[in-house]
């Protein structure tokens, strides 16, 4: 392993890494495993507080997926926990009011959530710690509250003003959005107590379930108390592909986690150690464009239709992707618009070799721009990720999961842990993803280094339609003829931020000490935090 030049040290230590998306998580998971906690303790201690100091990206009125590798088990295992559409919600019924689309935000947006039901099931397959001492820091944050932060504070100048929720249980309570103000969220903290003392079927079943759904009905939405009924969380065979010497498991469908091994596979066909920096790149970006092609075509709920997930992540599929790129022009492709735009990612391991990798979201920033009531849960917006055509993959139906953006990864090498890792994004997830494993797996990068390298973002042009341009954008810090090169092969480059795309979370663990490496993306408030 390299160990290259960042603005951050790589975070190291034998017993425990956490990273997160906020140092604060960090901290709540390093709490739990130092008093004896495993890898699941600690991520659902980061978790839940993730869901009150990031509220804009994740709670328990939205998502999670999660990858875990636990030496009782014996191996890696996916665990879904998105929601599926209402009953109410068809084609059907947009249709009727004269919708050609799912509104992107306010109460017909709102998918059933499944985070409560994934925590519930990591800490009933493998937590350890008391529930409670396991939520204790994501309660008091909640209720005695936490220093709002600049990010924070410019989603809620962003959104408040023009959403009565947001506004009245943000913006009016921190007065000026100053950073350092405490924002306290004691609704929030009512309904985490709420969900430690009754578990799921407290809040899918009982008071708890009944408060969000009457909630949300007042305000024009259709989750009732009986979409709320059954399992939202399910284990799943996580994906594999091999990469080289390494074996990656990705997310299965619905998450787009395919696109990050597709990708790979179809990379992995170059000779990248003998290519120029443009060529690698330009080879990199041709393969995100097939593979996203793959998911406007393919990507699904499975209980609903093939997603076609072993054919597009075989080796066979990938060269004959491959063999539509050439080294001198861009390509043009039908591509789709992003998924959704906020989202929070964190991982963690223990001193027994287990790790989680796990990533959450209620969608865009604030979600539906809707709370629950007196619940003090912000809703997500996930069911406008649906389509209204009914011939298309991800079309919506009563029941039906959508497709989700949110995907992470877990690599091995020689049948061992060698890192773990993933980055919200939308769209820049998988391309981020790819990025970064090529810094961690061909180019030997420490994660922090991984992760700090410059990067660039392939989207199409706004709104997605072929006669528009397509954008290559990319981070300051890319050598000047690196981008004369990419101009040469057709590629619109526009030169944007340092710190634009992702915020990327990485641990790996050296094989001969055992040690743990953790990474965190200077990009937003994330911190690896070790001993």
Known sequence: MIFGRATRPVVMGRNGMVSSGHYLASLAGAKVLQEGGNAVDAALAASLTLSVVAPETSGPGGDLFALVSMRKSGKVEALNASGAAPTKASIEFFRSKGMSKIPTDGPLSIAIPGAVDGWMELYGRYGTLDLGRIAADAISYAREGFPLYGRLAARIEEIGSAYPWIDRCYRKPLGDLRPVKILVQRDLAGTLEQIVRNGREGFYQGELGARMCAAVLREGGIIAREDLRGQHAEWLEPLTATYKDYVLFEQPPVSQGFLVLEMLNIIEGFPLDRMEPAEIIHAMVEAKKLAFEDRVNHLEDPRFGDPQVARLISKEHAGKRRSLITNNGAARRHLAGAFGSDTTY????????????????????????????????????????????????????????????????????KGEF???????GNDDQPQSNVQILVNLLDRELDPQAAIEAPRWSHMPGTPPRLELPEELSL??????????????????????????????????????TGTWLGGADPRREGYAVGW
């Open 418 to 424: 060698f890192a773990v890792g993933g980055t919200p």
């Open 346 to 413: 964190l991982c963690t391991a223990d001193r027994e070799g287990n790790a989680v990798s796990l990533i959450q979201s209620i969608f865009a920033p604030f979600g539906s721009r809707i709370v629950a009531g007196d619940t003090g849960m912000i809703m997500n917006n996930r069911l406008c990720s649906f389509l209204l055509d009914p011939g298309k993959a991800n079309a919506l139906r009563p029941g039906k999961r959508p497709a989700h953006t949110l995907n992470s990864y877990m690599v091995f090498r």
């Open 475 to 512: 981070e300051e810090g890319f050598a000047p003829e690196l981008i004369s090169g990419l101009e040469q092969k057709g590629h619109k480059v526009k030169v944007v931020g340092r710190w634009s795309f992702g915020a990327a979370q990485v641990i790996a663990r050296d094989p001969d």
